[in-house]
Each structure stands twice: as structure tokens, then as C-alpha cells.
């Protein structure tokens, strides 16, 4: 996988790391229809080219293609779920029980808290969940792995969408800001083996409450219940 950017990176490939930023800020919901012609014309890009993107984002899970109705956003499974957390605990908290005093990660991480308790100040908890996901990727980036990055980059987007199943983004986010204070604070007390400890109950946490609203969710579309 290429950088970012680099000159081999195709168009394609930058449309596709273009729209797989947007699904990890929330632009798109889980089960969402893409429209080909819409994207293309805000894109400024071909058919062909943004079809190529959503052959990419298909290999990683984030878009699916259904014959004759088009492409759609994923919803994640109960199974790509547990799998994201399983990710992250093997991840995230090796890089913080790893990482380096002085990364340059930790001021992203700073960053990202500081727009998280802006946005939750002002009762934007869709941009508080952006800003959580920058959170997530600055600790990652601990590891010091350009392999890593790019690897975790589609794990977050397939995240955002299973924090798009919940109706409620105050009721997720609320906690988590909270959290990554207290996280941060311990990363810049250098306390890093506390950190990667608080960090795996803080996932199990979050796997815990965006399983049992999945649960829900397909139980209600089971007996027909509409949804608010």
C-alpha cells in the first residue's frame, strides 16, 4: 500500500482514501446508497475512477455492492465487530505500553482531546466522534509503523460505521471524551503500562455497548419495530 499522496499513487487510490476519510468522520451512514453520478460531480472525477475507489473500499469492507441497486455503505456484522476490537487491544495498547516519551503522536493525541472538548462544549458530538477516531489513530501512530498506520486507517472507517448503528451519538461519545483525558494525562505522566492497561477496559467498554445496541437493532428489524 502506498503513501498518502506519493507520486505512484493512482487517482483512484486517492478518491478511495478520500472516501474512506469521509465514512471515518461520519459523512456516511451504515447502510447508506452511494450515488455514482452525485459522487463524481463533487469528486470531479470519472464513473470509472470512482468505481475503481469503490472496488478498494469493497476489499476493505467498507462499501458493498448489490447487483442492479447499486453501492452502499457496510454494515458492519455482529462478527467484523468483535474482530475491530480484537484489532485494537492487539494494537493500540501494545503501542501505548511501547511507546517512545518523546513521539511527536503524543501532541496529536493532546490535539485531538482538546477538539473532542470543544465540540462536546458546543454539542457537536458527530464532530466529538471525529475527533475521537484522531485520537485512536495519533496512539497507534505511537508505534512509530507507517505499516501500522495504514493498516489501522480502514479499521477506524469500519469503527465509525459500527458507532453509526448507535441513534445516540452523545450517549457514545460522552464517556469516551472523558476517558481520553484520563488517558492522555497518564501518556504525559509517562505512566505508559497504566495507560495500555485503562486503554483494554476502556475498549472492552466500548465493545460491550456497541454490541448490545447491534443486538437491538436486529432484534427491532427482526419483529418489524420501527426505529426513531
Same mark, same amino acid.
Given at each position: ?7 505512484? =499513487? ?8 478520500? /472516501? ?18 452525485? /459522487? ?11 468505481? =475503481? ?38 494494537? #493500540? ?9 518523546? &513521539? ?31 485520537? &485512536?489513530?495519533?496512539?497507534? #501512530? ?15 472507517? =469500519? ?5 453509526? /448503528?448507535?441513534?445516540?451519538? =452523545?450517549? /457514545? &461519545? ?30 472492552? &467498554? ?23
Amino acid at each position: 500500500m502506498k503513501s498518502p499522496g506519493s507520486p505512484a =499513487e493512482t487517482l483512484s487510490e486517492r478518491v478511495g482514501e478520500q /472516501l474512506r476519510r469521509q465514512i471515518t468522520e461520519g459523512v456516511f451512514a451504515p447502510g447508506q446508497r452511494l450515488s455514482e453520478q452525485a /459522487l463524481s460531480e463533487s469528486l470531479g472525477v470519472s464513473r470509472n475512477t470512482l468505481r =475503481e475507489a469503490f472496488r478498494v473500499l469493497a476489499k476493505d469492507g467498507l462499501v458493498k455492492h448489490t447487483p442492479n441497486r447499486g453501492v452502499f455503505v457496510a454494515v458492519p456484522s455482529i462478527a467484523s465487530i468483535i474482530d475491530i476490537y480484537r484489532v485494537r487491544r492487539l494494537i #493500540e495498547c501494545q503501542a501505548l505500553a511501547q511507546a517512545y516519551p518523546r &513521539h511527536p503522536a503524543k501532541k496529536r493525541m493532546r490535539a485531538a482531546v482538546e477538539e473532542a472538548l470543544r465540540h462536546r462544549d458546543a454539542g457537536d458530538w458527530a464532530a466529538a466522534g471525529t475527533a475521537n477516531m484522531q485520537f &485512536h489513530m495519533a496512539v497507534v #501512530e505511537l508505534a512509530d509503523s507507517e505499516r501500522l498506520n495504514q493498516m489501522f486507517a480502514p479499521v477506524l472507517a =469500519e469503527l465509525r460505521l459500527a458507532f453509526g /448503528l448507535l441513534q445516540d451519538p =452523545e450517549f /457514545l &461519545h460522552a464517556p469516551y471524551v472523558e476517558m481520553n483525558v484520563k488517558l492522555l494525562e497518564m501518556v504525559e505522566a509517562g505512566d505508559y503500562a497504566r495507560a495500555a492497561t485503562t486503554l483494554q477496559e476502556y475498549l472492552a &467498554h466500548s465493545e460491550r455497548i456497541v454490541l448490545a445496541v447491534y443486538a437491538r437493532r436486529m432484534a427491532e428489524q427482526e419483529h418489524g419495530v420501527a426505529r426513531p
